[in-house]
């Protein structure tokens, strides 16, 4: 059964945040100037007035950001609090990282690719490939680390062929002809690390075919 949002709880919960955050960090700033930073954040097509669609695409938003596993489910607190902490620290002198369960968030993964945390050096990618379905063969020119959570398959580095399954690495060193394939019956879940980063932070592809149609790449923004 699909999950019911209610982006309209969200937004109102996710605007009191950011209210109290801003008040935190500006303490000298009156109501009526944290109030416009909110609305002005909301009114994307800047005509003065925020519809109630504009709202819900406020509160869809950061439902997603939240949404760091992309099981759909409701913000836990932890979540929020992560995205409540993320505002406080943009004067830049914390650095959270990404501290989560790596094993849990690429099992329940359903995405052919999702960016979840993008920094400097380095970017941490979830992955999962339909039975038979593949990544496709590539080079990049930088290394590559990829690790398998569940189902089979095979690494193929510069043509050479290895059986893998859940608790396998692959670390592809930069330069190498190499693809992932899913040998199996069921769904290949794995996650990836490149170094230093390439692709945009954030970036969901549901399929491999959209992944191909995006002409995307690491634009140097880091998630923090």
């Keep these: 059964m699909k999950k019911s949002i209610n982006y309209l709880a969200i937004t109102t919960c996710f605007c009191f945040m950011l209210g109290t955050t801003l008040a935190q960090a500006n303490p ?11 609305f002005k954040t909301m009114d994307t097509n800047s005509d003065g007035m925020v519809t109630r669609d504009e709202f819900i695409r406020f509160g869809k938003k950061k439902f997603q950001e939240m949404d760091v596993n992309g099981d759909g489910g409701s ?9 409540r902490q993320q505002k406080s620290n943009e004067g830049g002198s914390v ?14 993964n359903e995405e052919f690719r999702r960016v979840l945390y993008t920094a400097k050096n380095c ?5 999962a490939l339909k039975p038979k379905g593949e990544i496709g063969m590539e080079v990049h020119k930088l290394d590559q680390f990829f690790r398998v959570e569940e189902g089979t ?6 043509g050479v062929r290895t059986a ?3 608790g396998f690495a692959v670390l592809v060193p930069a330069g190498t002809n190499h693809n992932i394939i899913n040998t ?15 692709h945009r932070d954030g970036v969901v592809h ?17 998630t923090e």
């Excluded at 970017?123 to 992955?127: I, T």
Aim: charged content about 20%.
């Design 164 to 166: 893998i399954s859940a």
């Design 206 to 222: 549901h399929t491999r075919e959209d992944a191909e149609a995006d002409n995307e790449h690491f634009d140097g923004k880091t």
């Design 123 to 127: 970017q941490l990618v979830v992955m």
């Design 75 to 83: 913000p836990s607190a932890r979540s929020i609090h992560n995205v």
């Design 153 to 158: 398959g095979e690494a193929v580095l510069d």
């Design 95 to 108: 650095m959270k990282g990404f501290v989560q369960n790596i094993e849990s968030i690429a099992v329940k």
């Design 184 to 198: 199996g019956s069921v769904p290949m879940k794995l996650y990836t690390l490149y170094a230093p980063p390439n």
């Design 28 to 38: 000298d700033s009156s109501q009526d100037n944290m109030h416009d930073q909110i």
